[in-house]
């Protein structure tokens, strides 16, 4: 974010903005936020925009932990991203898990 819209407006840019710039760039979003499940603003702004997201829904890990994540579930990130939004899943130490749109 600090490249895309520079220091420090990086850090007052509102979710839902980032999050439509991004889906319009063509760009996955990657995330930590544990409580996105349960944000409206957020999961329409996702919807919307068809953004693709992967998120790490832990607040306790360091840095490094958080791009381990990323990095292991590397593959099957590129994979989901293959596919058309609206979606998010849950970034776990070995795997995905779908968050929206939810199975039924």
């Known amino acids: 974010m600090a490249e ?5 407006q990086d850090e007052t840019i509102e979710d839902t903005r980032w999050i439509e710039d991004s889906a319009k760039l063509g760009w996955a979003v990657l995330m ?3 409580r996105i499940r349960y944000r ?8 919307e925009h068809q953004a693709r997201c992967f998120v790490i829904t832990r607040g306790d890990l360091t840095s490094a932990a958080y791009a381990e994540r990323f990095i292991t579930n ?22 995905l898990e779908r968050l929206y749109p939810p199975h039924h």
Do not use: L, M
Not at 4 to 8: D, E, I, R, S
Not at 40 to 47: H, L, M
Not at 74 to 95: L, M, N
């Open 32 to 34: 930590k936020d544990k």
């Open 4 to 8: 895309h819209y520079g220091v420090p």
């Open 40 to 47: 409206q603003a957020e999961i329409a702004a996702v919807i």
């Open 74 to 95: 590397q593959q099957p990130i590129f994979a989901a991203s293959s596919s058309p939004g609206p979606f998010i899943y849950a970034v776990h130490t070995d795997r």
